[in-house]
T-cell receptor, first 112, second 114 residues
Framework: QKEVEQNSGPLSVPEGAIASLNCTYS??????FFWYRQYSGKSPELIMF????GDKEDGRFTAQLNKASQYVSLLIRDSQPSDSATYLC????????????FGPGTSLSVIP | DAEITQSPRHKITETGRQVTLACHQT?????MFWYRQDLGHGLRLIHY???????NKGEVSDGYSVSRSNTEDLPLTLESAASSQTSVYFC?????????????FGPGTRLLVL
């Protein structure tokens, strides 16, 4: 069974620090990787997606992918209290018919 | 603007009743999904559809059914509600093209089965 695992959390960081969220996946054929943010009581919203090995930066967010190690991470620089949320890692296989598998999420709390 | 809506947003029902949760998207996406989210379990896939008249079972499909008669709607029916089906239900949709698989989620429906 294909699995996606994340830090159990909760993760607490001081405001202004770098928050590092990690995710590992079991299906070596996975091709698409997503990070969603979910505020309490709200629905998940996409922050970033990454398809290729290496880093992808978008503002304060950087996604890092290492397919050989089956590992994807999300770095949040200059963390803000508004970043406090649960972050869901999601992984999808190579074909359009593969389902997206979500990890259990990591709760992040940014302390002012 | 395109969007995905769910109704009702909150529902209280009794054990054994049939309940239907609506999901409507204006993205014109082929793919639609129903998830439930419970503490400690994350998002679990109930049913999904890759197009009109296509439906497929997810990992937790027992007690649920869906039908897809048009592109915009994928209603989820609980045939005979059970207390174990108390949860938050999210509908999502996505493109079917490789590289366009980002899922867009509805606001969710909180269901309480008494």
């Amino acid at each position: 069974q294909k699995e996606v695992e994340q830090n159990s959390g909760p993760l607490s960081v001081p405001e202004g620090a770098i928050a590092s969220l990690n995710c590992t996946y079991s299906d070596r054929g996975s091709q698409s990787f997503f990070w969603y943010r979910q505020y309490s009581g709200k629905s998940p919203e996409l922050i970033m997606f990454i398809y290729s090995n290496g880093d992808k930066e978008d503002g304060r967010f950087t996604a890092q992918l290492n397919k050989a190690s089956q590992y994807v991470s999300l770095l949040i620089r200059d963390s803000q209290p508004s970043d406090s949320a649960t972050y869901l890692c999601a992984v999808k296989g190579k074909t359009s018919y593969d389902k997206v598998i979500f990890g259990p999420g990591t709760s992040l709390s940014v302390i002012p | 603007d395109a969007e995905i809506t769910q109704s009702p947003r909150h529902k209280i029902t009794e054990t054994g009743r049939q309940v239907t949760l609506a999901c409507h998207q204006t993205w014109n996406h082929n793919n639609m999904f129903w998830y439930r989210q419970d503490l400690g379990h994350g998002l679990r896939l109930i049913h999904y559809s890759y197009g009109v008249q296509d439906t497929n079972k997810g990992e937790v499909s027992d007690g649920y059914s869906v039908s897809r008669s048009n592109t915009e709607d994928l209603p989820l029916t609980l045939e005979s509600a059970a207390s174990s089906q108390t949860s938050v239900y999210f509908c999502a949709s996505s493109e079917s093209l490789a590289g366009q698989e980002t899922q867009y989620f509805g606001p969710g429906t909180r269901l309480l089965v008494l």
